[in-house]
């Protein structure tokens, strides 16, 4: 373990994202909203910091190893949530605790867009903009951005994108990593232009289009509203809402390759991609059916809005229009249960992602012919492609982990003293990075203890680095020469 390595990259990574706190002093200055100098005040002590950190460690130039990798990752992501949280402490106009910072400050990063906040509407635009932009940052994930950046300060990346990006497949689009991230961001970067200029055109302000594009691109789920798409009540936005959704639960790697070979085949042939949209008008036309049971003929925008309500729930996005909140019982908890399964990998949706789910299916159906069948010889295949036997053994076991940790921090949940409904929505909304919950967390978190906010903010971070980045960290194994 190159431990003097692990604190130069954290102090780099640290300066790094101080850099990311210039945007908001910009839109602080340009809105006149008396948060530049807690936005400055936060800078200078990122900054600091990471130097403090870098300093010592600075001739430490050795080789990373992937445990080195995989511990970065993790101390990033708890280092990185503590200090962007400082804007949020240091405000004014917020005046919160800590312990609400911070849960903030992990839920923007993560993507998860759960809020302790219970007036969006009066916040100052320059924290308006950090919240959507923390989202947009931990999005695609900054430590990808940072493995484009380092070798240029002379720390090699492999490692680190290796224990960061999601999903048991790891698709390296170029020969060169530090080329692969950088084509990843460029991809990320044109969505979100386009998706703004869309949200613009479709109706929202110049602002709102902005701060929307950073949350839909990164599948986040924070708004600058406190009725979140509600507020607008406009079905074309809506419906760019729905396609930019969509697409950014796709692989990335697809959006590259249509893009660099100028032809949708990319999409045609990726099997995962099928069932993902499959399971998306699953989601919707059971969304629609449902609700037209329950209610007089629905119009052509009412389908809009119902479709999009099945599409943020289900795809982990987790924003929210007036059909959210007027639902109980089934149709909240199917699209509960429809975000464990997420997006894509190489996306930037939560859950267990797609891929996962189709091979548990395929390895469950294929237990199910050797009853019958007991020396046959079956193979599970995604499209063409055989799939290795340690591939399945390993999805197998991250869905195990998975569960033991689900009812692990329902239980720690329950034991605080939540019914049960509001401790399993919160789980599932947090480990899915999907955000709104049921029950006492149908609205906000604001009025849940600072005990179990401090739980779920643990419970999304294990979410976003996928469970094993995380727990790997507390085997033994790991920490042995």
């Not at 949530?81 to 992990?106: D, G, H, Q």
């Not at 099945?310 to 149709?331: C, H, K, M």
Request: net charge neutral.
């Amino acid at each position: 373990m190159q431990i003097k390595s692990v604190i130069r990259i954290l102090g780099l990574l640290l300066m790094l994202f101080s850099l990311a706190i210039i945007p908001p002093i910009i839109v602080s200055m340009i809105y006149q909203d008396g948060e530049t100098w807690s936005f400055f005040y936060a800078l200078i002590l990122i900054f600091v910091s990471g130097l403090l950190l870098w300093l010592p460690a600075m001739q430490a130039k050795r080789d990373l190893k992937l445990r080195d990798g995989f511990l970065i990752v993790v101390l990033f992501w708890f280092v990185l949530s503590t200090f962007a949280s400082l804007p949020m402490i240091l405000s004014e106009s917020l005046s919160i605790s800590i312990t609400n910072a911070l849960f903030e400050s992990v839920s923007g990063l993560t993507t998860t867009g759960a809020t302790i906040i219970n007036d969006i509407d009066s916040l100052p635009e320059s924290i308006l903009f950090y919240r959507q932009y923390l989202q947009w940052l931990g999005g695609l994930g900054i430590i990808v951005l940072a493995v484009a950046v380092l070798p240029m300060l002379g720390v090699g990346g492999m490692q680190l994108y290796k224990a960061e990006v999601a999903g048991p497949i790891k698709n390296k689009i170029t020969p060169r990593i530090t080329e692969t991230a950088k084509w990843l961001w460029a991809v990320y970067l044109t969505m979100t232009f386009l998706c703004g200029i869309s949200y613009y055109f479709a109706g929202m302000s110049v602002f709102d289009s902005i701060c929307h594009s950073f949350s839909t691109i990164a599948i986040g789920g924070f708004s600058t509203h406190n009725e979140s798409f509600g507020f607008y009540d406009n079905q074309w936005i809506e419906l760019v809402a729905i396609f930019f959704m969509i697409a950014a639960c796709l692989n990335f790697s697809l959006h590259y390759l249509a893009f660099k070979n100028k032809s949708i085949s990319p999409y045609k042939e990726n099997k995962e991609a099928y069932f993902f949209i499959f399971l998306t008008l699953l989601i919707s036309l059971l969304t629609i059916f449902y609700i037209n049971n329950y209610s007089e003929e629905m119009n052509i925008k009412d389908i809009i809005r119902n479709i999009f309500y099945a599409v943020s729930i289900s795809t982990t996005t987790g924003f929210t229009n007036s059909n959210y909140y007027s639902y109980v019982g089934f149709l909240p908890l199917l699209l509960i249960l429809f975000s464990f399964v997420g997006g894509c990998a190489g996306s930037t949706a939560g859950g267990m992602k797609v891929i996962r789910v189709m091979l548990l299916l395929k390895q469950g159906y294929r237990e199910l012919i050797r009853l019958v069948h007991p020396n046959s010889k079956i193979k599970v295949k995604v499209g063409n492609t055989p799939i290795n036997e340690r591939t399945l053994e390993t999805i197998w076991g991250f869905f195990a982990i998975y569960v033991f940790v689900f009812l692990t921090v329902l239980l720690l949940l329950m034991l605080s003293g939540l019914d049960f409904l509001t401790s399993f929505s919160a789980v599932a909304a947090t480990i899915n990075n999907l955000g709104p919950g049921q029950g006492e967390v149908l609205y906000n978190y604001a009025d849940i203890s600072d005990i179990n906010k401090w739980i779920l903010s643990f419970s999304m971070i294990v979410g976003r680095l996928e469970i094993f980045t995380l727990l790997v960290i507390f085997t033994p194994d790991f920490w042995k020469k």
